[in-house]
Nanobody
Framework: VQLQASGGGWVQAGGSLRLSCAAP????????MGWFRQAPGKEREFVAA????????NYAESVKGRFTISRDNAKNTVYLQMNSLKPEDTAVYYC????????????????WGQGTQVTVSS
């Protein structure tokens, strides 16, 4: 599975961005999808995950209520809508695909996109 993340950029605190992750191929709908992020000098951390059907979601406490993960299996795309952004959300964001649903664990994800930079200024 090849993943192509896009939509990152620079935004002021309180603003919004929507990340997209395209996964060309007929097997997209069989994978659980997740978003992770990595800030400079920090380990990669879980942000959000969604089941293969899109029915179930899972969020890190730090983004709950501000971020929304969704997917469109007809378009082979998963999204991360990020609202009320904070400077501490600044990181490279990665999308990933897993054979399990809505896992928080990086080791469950076998396929990773290239990452997209999100910078939030105060």
């Amino acid at each position: 599975v090849q993943l192509q993340a896009s939509g990152g950029g620079w935004v002021q605190a309180g603003g919004s961005l929507r990340l997209s992750c395209a996964a060309p191929g007929r097997t997209f709908s069989s994978y659980g999808m997740g978003w992770f992020r990595q800030a400079p000098g920090k380990e990669r951390e879980f942000v959000a995950a969604i089941s293969s059907s899109g029915i179930s979601t899972n969020y890190a406490e730090s983004v709950k209520g501000r971020f929304t993960i969704s997917r469109d299996n007809a378009k082979n795309t998963v999204y991360l809508q990020m609202n009320s952004l904070k400077p501490e959300d600044t990181a490279v964001y990665y999308c990933a695909a897993a054979d399990v649903n809505y896992s928080r664990l990086t080791r469950d994800y076998g396929y990773w996109g290239q990452g997209t930079q999100v910078t939030v200024s105060s």
